[in-house]
């Protein structure tokens, strides 16, 4: 897998490098967020996801599933959105996250 160096947290897309943490973790609290799937002849999907590379995984495993091309999917489909509905990053169709401001998230 190309993103072995462990799980990125997808909030952390928009922050880059400015990670924002809490000071306890009794404070903690997971934010769950959903990456949209869509392509001609398969199920569209909103599929709930809390790390960047589990959305890629997601993905691919829906690619894989349904066998389509970068030019069959849907507009929209490897969005990764925050519980607000807001975009903060992106699948590409070879399985790359990208930010929401289009920067690759390595």
């Keep these: ?3 072995a160096r462990g799980p ?3 909030a952390a897309f928009y922050w ?10 009794s ?9 949209y799937l869509a392509t001609n002849g398969a199920p569209a999907l909103n599929i ?5 590379d589990e959305a890629s995984k997601v993905f691919c495993a829906y690619r ?3 066998q389509f091309g970068a030019s069959e999917m849907e507009a929209g489909c490897g969005n990764i959105y925050n519980s607000l ?3 903060v990053g992106h ?13 690759l998230v390595e």
């Design 48 to 52: 709930p996801v809390q790390f960047a």
């Design 64 to 66: 894989e599933r349904y």
């Design 8 to 10: 990125r947290d997808v």
């Design 16 to 25: 880059r490098g400015n990670v924002k943490t809490s000071s306890g973790v």
């Design 91 to 103: 699948i590409s169709y070879n399985g790359r996250i990208w930010d929401a401001n289009g920067n």
């Design 27 to 35: 404070n903690l609290q997971v934010e769950l967020h959903h990456v």
């Design 1 to 3: 897998m190309p993103y």
């Design 85 to 87: 509905g807001v975009l």
